[in-house]
């Protein structure tokens, strides 16, 4: 880039110096398939299948029993539903209120709502985007509460600081509330303990929309330890057949089947998986080091031996600066750079001020921080070096040149 004039007419250093734009447009996030997935689907394909789920599917579900080393996974249309077939697993009734996070995608509260739970919002903790567990316990009202879901922001496990996941299961327990956890960014994340995110609650949820570290489209799945909420769940997603393809009906179900077509694609990306997360931690780790001492900003806490960041998450400082966010994403899209503003708090989203069975809005402070300042910046596996370079340079010219 060389020297440049300043409106002075001094040398400024090569540093100091406008970075060019990106060449091409780079996106926050994009899945990718390879030739390993046309090849597996046109294979498939040739074998005449009836294209809904079934052996593949099996297969998919034992790729990620594996993976995660937990008894049961059942591979269901959407990380929403499964959700929602999660919750019906353990029980869960119309009016029987659920604790979520404030901070989530809308799908962990909206999967409550599709069967009339009572959603009771309640703010994260800071640093790891995680339920606040002092908050959630204030929130239990006793004989009602019935479930609590805590989600794993971009594959962060429950800190320390805040007694890890034990913590809430014994919190859970001395209630009579299940846990369950909303590990659709935790693929690949793990608790220090070594046991996988989503493995450790009554159930635990995973998405492979497009952009999760593996996709195929559409799609989720429950895991779960337990026979009977596995059994429970199989019923429920398909008509509550006694026997695939009958028309004996043993208990009330619907239709929250997967196909073989996704079935195909997500078993070569479960064989990419352990790839994905290796470069994951590479890029959270060179996005580090580029915007480390950065001023202006900050990068949310992250524990790269565990966690596999799913986005990397960013929150412009000093708090409270909306302008600033939503200027530095304008800035970076003018230069070619994709980013995300991070969720809003939930409680304020336009559609909760009329949802029956939403609650009053409260004040969130942390969740409501983050919807003002919090920003996703490129975080696709397929993302180079040097893209990420070039993103962090942005970032720094952005924020050093920046005066509200
Ligand atoms: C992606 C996501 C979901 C929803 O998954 P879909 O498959 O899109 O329905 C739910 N919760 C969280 C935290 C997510 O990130």
Redesign the pocket.
Known sequence: MGVEDNADGEKMPASASVPDALPEFLMQMAPLFGAEEKQALSDYMDEGGFLTEFKKTRGLEEMIEEFCNVKHCIMV???????TLASLGCGLEAGDEVIVPNY?????PN?QLMFGGQIVFCDVEPDSLYLDIDKARSLINPGKTKAMIV???NGRYAPAKMGGIDAFVQLCEEHNIALIE????GLGSYYPDGRHLGTVGKCG?F??????IISTG???CVVTNDDTIAKRIRLKKDFGRAEGGGDVHIAIGFNCKFTELQAVVGIEQMKKLPGRVKRKKEIAQLYRDELADCPGMQLFWNDLQFTTP?FIDMQVTPPGSLKKRDELAAYLKKNNIGSRVMYPPIHLQQCFQETPGRQPPGTHPVSEEIGKTGLWLPSSIQTTDEEIKATCAHVRWFLANYSE
């Open positions: 249309n959407n990380g929403t539903i499964s959700l989530t995608m809308i799908a962990t999967s989600m794993t922001a909303d590990a659709a960014q949820s998405s492979f929309s497009a952009p999760k559409q799609g989720g799913w």
